[in-house]
């Protein structure tokens, strides 16, 4: 086949590429402040050619303090550990139905798939790729992960720094198409795509066992418009999937240099931004809001060594008769010489006693804005608690103000890189079967997902707060006026709690339950106080068996049972 512009196939790589060249050119425009980020905050990080991959040498040069680097490094700890800890649940499955969310077998199967999940990511990559977005989120602003199948642990992801891919939006602001440009070595590329889908200098370089051959791949995932929604093959789904090798003139195969074209159900990228403005592709950071106070600290720390250096190897005047001389200048040493004058001597240019106090404190306040910067101080008072057992109220209580301004950050995190995490992961084990057949009442109702992390429990706290509140405030009165205590529905409030904390509903006992088992104990008391009656009806008519009445019969008993 002749590669030829009126060749539909070649018009569909030059399409793709036009549309990669456009999320390109949105993206330089970001590149270069990015880049700056990126030398004084997280040098090994960043991409922004397909060549830098294994790029070694010294790229830390520019760092002399690393404060900032470190509060991102305990900013992406903390948020991994508050908001997708891998040691305890993080989120559960629910239903919007209150009536419908207190069925056990339906509390029982979501419970179940729940923890289904939490297994597949703790088997996969998952949390690692988690704990690199966090780093990128709090450095760059912007992070992204492709959620891809994997046939031994489900799901697998390929995550990415930024430079190494493009993203675009849909008209609501929302992320739907991603654009990367990688480099592969030919056994790489065989593996992906097979031998006989490369191009033929590919081809070659496999043939001649030239290992060291790389190629550059564009790969886009945008939403398809040309499907047939009759047909669920990869090819009519909902979002394409284009592989293309750049550079060529074509492949023997399909000769305009797709090397696949497939598709999925749901997008399956993860872009999520710290904070962005409406209509924004990309995101702001913490690191660029501490980026001044970051470049103000290496200044200083210069400086500051400076002055150490004045004051240890101060600069010296030393008599013109030296100047040929060997002179020993290290401590202890000596130099001999002939001099004229009482002012001939070895003496400093000038008093190097320097003052550094005032230094050392602008750069302890730097460090203290870099650190608020982070929420560095938050974390770490987790951290360092000597209890491990602190509620998420206990951390609303000791960091209200932080996490006040840390809500539309998890807000933004929960919509756009953990909810669609979950919905592509279930969507996954549904189409490999390993999803326990759901109860009938669930059939045609749609899931929910309602994150019970640490952070997201101490955004709610105020809820918690509230009913404790309430029940102290009932305490209280209950001693002056008991019957305040019958206002209170305690059942529904151990149920609401329960779902504020992210209990295991497997260890709350139904409300159906729980009735028959009061009734039984009703019962039961009931029989033991009529089992009381009529051992002191027993023991009142032995006493009265003594008693005697001088009558028909013999004593006062034999007269009660006689009546």
């Not at 009126?6 to 402040?33: A, C, G, I, Y």
Request: charge should be negative.
């Amino acid at each position: 086949m002749v590669m030829t512009p009126d060749n539909p196939m070649f018009r569909r790589l030059e399409l793709m590429q036009r549309r990669w060249q456009v999320m390109l050119t949105d993206r330089k425009q970001f590149d270069s402040h990015i880049q700056t980020v990126a030398q004084n905050l997280l040098p090994r990080q960043s991409r922004f050619f397909s060549s830098d991959r294994n790029r070694g040498g010294d790229r830390n040069q520019s760092i002399i303090d690393s404060a900032g680097t470190q509060a991102l490094r305990i900013l992406s700890a903390g948020m991994m550990a508050g908001m997708t800890s891998p040691a305890r649940p993080w989120f559960k499955l629910d239903v919007a139905d209150p009536q419908l969310a207190k069925d056990p077998e339906v509390k029982r199967w979501l419970h179940e798939v729940t923890q289904m999940m939490l297994r597949i990511f703790r088997k996969s990559n998952t949390y690692n790729s988690l704990h690199f977005m966090y780093r990128e989120l709090g450095g760059f602003g912007t992070g992204c992960s492709v959620l891809q199948p994997d046939f031994n642990n489900v799901i697998h992801h390929s995550t990415m720094t930024f430079g190494e891919y493009a993203l675009a939006l849909d008209d609501k602001g929302q992320v739907n198409t991603l654009g990367r440009e990688f480099e592969l070595d030919i056994m790489q590329a065989v593996s992906w795509f097979g031998v006989e889908n490369l191009s033929v200098g590919a081809r070659n370089a496999y043939d001649q066992s030239n290992y060291g051959h790389k190629i550059t791949v564009l790969h886009v995932i945008e939403p398809r418009v040309d499907r047939d929604i009759r047909k669920k093959d990869a090819v009519n789904m909902a979002w394409k999937s284009c592989y293309a090798e750049l550079g060529t003139e074509g492949t023997k195969k399909n000769s305009e240099g797709m090397l696949r074209e497939s598709g999925y159900k749901d997008f399956p990228a993860l872009a999520p931004r710290w904070d962005v403005l409406f209509n924004d592709t990309y995101g702001s950071s913490p690191g660029m809001d501490a980026l001044g106070d970051i470049l103000q600290l290496q200044q200083e720390q210069y400086r500051k060594s400076e002055g150490i250096d004045y004051q240890a190897r101060p600069p010296l005047q030393v008599p013109s008769s030296l100047k040929d001389n060997d002179a020993n200048f290290l401590p202890g040493g000596v130099s001999y010489y002939d001099g004229a004058g009482p002012n001939s001597g070895i003496r400093t240019a000038f008093d190097v006693r320097l003052d550094l106090q005032y230094l050392l404190a602008d750069i302890t306040e730097v460090k203290s804005r870099i650190n608020s910067a982070f929420y560095a101080d938050m974390f770490l008072m987790l951290a360092s608690l000597d209890k491990t057992n602190m509620t998420a109220t206990e951390v609303a209580e000791r960091h209200e103000e932080k996490l006040l301004m840390l809500g539309p950050v998890l807000e933004r995190l929960h919509n756009e890189m953990l909810s669609p995490l979950i919905e592509n992961t279930f969507s996954r084990m549904v189409e490999v079967g390993i999803v326990p057949p759901p109860p009938e009442a669930l059939d045609g109702v749609e899931l929910d997902v309602e994150f019970v992390s640490m952070l997201a429990q101490a955004q709610r706290a105020v809820g918690v707060n509230s009913v404790d509140r309430l029940i102290g405030h009932i305490g209280v009165l209950a001693n002056a006026k008991p019957d305040v205590v019958d206002t209170f529905d305690a059942d529904k409030s151990v149920e609401k709690y329960a779902d504020m904390l992210g209990v295991d509903p497997e260890l709350i006992i139904p409300s159906e339950q729980v009735m028959l088992i009061r009734k039984q104990r009703a019962q039961q008391q009931q029989a033991a106080a009529a089992a009381e009656t009529a051992d002191k009806a027993a023991g009142a008519i032995q006493k009265l068996g003594g008693v005697d009445t001088s009558g028909v019969n013999p004593n006062a008993g034999a007269d009660l049972l006689s009546l």
